[in-house]
Nanobody, 126 residues
Framework: QVQLVESGGGSVQAGGSLELSCVVS????????MGWFRQAPGKEREGVAS????????YYAASVKGRFTISLDNAKRTLYLQMNSLKPDDTATYYC???????????????????WGQGTQVTVSS
């Protein structure tokens, strides 16, 4: 079983930056697909970004491309999401997720992700 613990959320003004972290534990750390998702009140969950622990395909949602960067520190078993040029529309609860299914994986398909963190709130004010 995989445990995921997010941190780094908070409140910022539009144009500001935040970095989210997600520490992974509880399972052999090998070729996971890791992703960030977000959900705002009254809206559907959105896949923000994803990558593989062993490198490879990186996905970004069109709404964050060029502003957000997903990265991994495998030695620390930690996934990051650097968020720059934040907008009020980025306000949401952000979740870290892992997929152990193998094969192609992307945050555009949340169904492939079976392990989820508890979420961290990001609030961007105008």
């Amino acid at each position: 079983q995989v445990q995921l613990v997010e941190s780094g959320g908070g409140s910022v003004q539009a144009g500001g930056s935040l970095e989210l972290s997600c520490v992974v534990s509880g399972y052999a750390y090998s070729n996971y697909c890791m992703g960030w998702f977000r959900q705002a009140p009254g809206k559907e969950r959105e896949g923000v970004a994803s990558t593989y622990t062993d490198g490879g395909y990186i996905y970004y949602a069109a709404s964050v491309k060029g502003r957000f960067t997903i990265s991994l520190d495998n030695a620390k078993r930690t996934l990051y999401l650097q968020m720059n040029s934040l907008k009020p529309d980025d306000t949401a609860t952000y979740y870290c997720a892992a997929s152990l299914l193998g094969g192609f994986c992307s945050a555009s398909n949340a169904a492939r992700f079976g392990s989820w963190g508890q979420g961290t709130q990001v609030t961007v004010s105008s």
